[in-house]
């Protein structure tokens, strides 16, 4: 069978292993269903000659073994859950490129020097506990013992711990972290999740940089009256003023950062909530994503110096409190140039790229040296039971990474 077939008829048995959900695939972590895809990904490991285990945290791993036996690890792959109705790709596809770039390896004969780690995260997804990563920073050290009994389920209540334990864990975090094991590099393929590799043409995106995402609370104070009563002149409308600084901000940042920062006002609430009530108090959150932290200021000052000019506009008060200010995470510069030789040896069109989502591999980018692949999404749609990839992009992304591997067995151990 073909490349892309192999690839494609994983993707589609495992689109299948799903809770019952009326639109697309859903395998939240530490779940019957998490455990059938995990046994079948397991299947097809060892039927490439990989060496199977999964850690307490029940992460995932195949290793190839390779001819130097104290050489650092080669890891690759990506996350095995997904979000609620999901698509068949985020996070499994590049668990099935690694897998199928191990395959090319062991069949073709020649052996790697390093070992090559295929490794399936749980928990990547904030679906089940609310919170992202949780897999990656058990290995990577950041979490430990506390969480397991600080983090419960968003629907059952449960520990993280009690969860591991009724999904068959031990239900403890011995022998998780990985912090101290010298790792040659990790590199996680994944869909773009986003749509300039496919409206540019191009198959392979070299990530540089993972973004740093900065929160904003914004409260807008009015005054909750009549609707038909208080002339428009003299209202105090807290919606009106909340949208202004929002059309604003955004505007701003189209007009100036198209391409490098993105602005999104995703949550608004309005008080007291009425059709016949001039809103008295409009709390909005504002997002905003950009690898440059001198862009993420200039927008953070864009908007306090908006909000005075919007209180004098609308007669409100506006509270603006930071939240969250994360770094954005650069990629190892030394595998990336790996993975565009690579192209360039393959013949693939490929660009340098950021990424706006956060990935495992930003966790893993703290202890091991690493760097991301991306694969076209088709319009960019992820999330979603209609997220797709090209099979031949797959194919594209296994291609490459087997080449990425080869490259990186070449270089000296450091
Ligand atoms: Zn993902």
Known sequence: MAKQERIQQDIETLRRITEPCACGTQRPSYTPEYRLAIEYVKKRMKEFGLETREDNAGNLYGVLAGTQKDAPKIISGSHLDSVKCSGAYDGIAGVLCALEAARMIAESGAPLRHPLEVMGTIGEEGTRFGQALI????????WGEPQLDEFRGLEDGLTLRETMKAYGLPGSTTGVCRRDERVKAFIELHDEQG???????????????????????????????????????????????????????????????????????????????????????????????????????????????????????????????EGMRQAPTALDAKVQQCIEDACKKLGYSWRRMNSGAGHDAMIFARIWPTAMVFVQSHDGLTHHPDEYVPPEELAKGADVLYETFRMLDAQRDD
Not at 197 to 207: D, F, K, R, T, W
Not at 230 to 259: F, N, Q, W
Not at 263 to 286: H, M
Request: glycine residues 8%; contains cysteine; aromatic residues 6%.
């Open 135 to 142: 897999g990656s920073q058990l290995v990577e050290g950041s």
């Open 195 to 321: 749509p300039i590799l496919e409206n540019a043409g191009i198959s392979i995106g070299v990530v540089e940089n993972i973004v740093a995402i900065s929160w904003m609370h914004i409260t807008v104070h009015g005054l909750a009256s009549h609707p038909g009563t208080i002339p428009m002149s003299v209202r105090r409308d807290a919606c009106v003023g909340a949208c202004k600084l929002i059309c604003a901000v955004t505007d701003y940042a189209r007009e100036h950062y198209d391409g490098e920062a993105t602005v999104t006002a995703g949550k608004l609430e309005v008080f007291p909530g009425n059709t016949n009530c001039i809103p008295s108090r409009c709390d909005f959150t504002i997002d905003i994503r950009t690898c440059n932290g001198a862009y993420r200021d200039d927008l953070v000052r864009f908007i306090r110096e908006k909000k005075a000019d919007v209180e004098r506009a609308c007669r409100v008060t506006i509270d603006v409190r």
